[in-house]
């Protein structure tokens, strides 16, 4: 696997690279109608359903065939590859974004500690999420942006 995701959208040689693309390739392929060697507007909405789980939106859609260079009908698959990587990135990084933010979610946090540790005491679990958020230099840079996802807890 490769060490970080700056270098996995820039290293070909990367297993994980390697992989991603050939689901790239073969969704392109697979939407490709009638193999016009482009994606039109409705194939492009077909192949993220496909990779993402999301039907883009047409302000995404529109973004995306303006920015097509080499074929005015649609994406190559050189511009899809590309662009997939970069959605990838993007991804990478919404999802990082989550992840920092679960950790101020309370409930989170106890379902975690009654799996880890099943019988702990509550208040032991409450000490120690309000302690953790004391500590942690993230949460001070973050904290008003979380405090409506806290749930009001201090």
Known sequence: ???????????????????????????FEACDENNKGYLNREDYKVAIVMLFGYKPSKVEVDSVMASVKQNPLGLSLEEFLNLMTTKKVVHFYHSEIRQLFISFDRQYFRKAFSIVVPKLPERIIVEAFRLG?????????????CLPLSHGIS
């Open 1 to 27: 696997m490769c060490a970080a995701p700056k270098e996995a959208a820039k290293s070909k040689d990367c297993p994980a690279e390697k992989c991603r693309r050939k689901r790239w390739v073969k969704a």
């Open 133 to 145: 958020r004391a500590l942690s230099p993230i949460h001070q840079r973050f904290l008003p942006q």
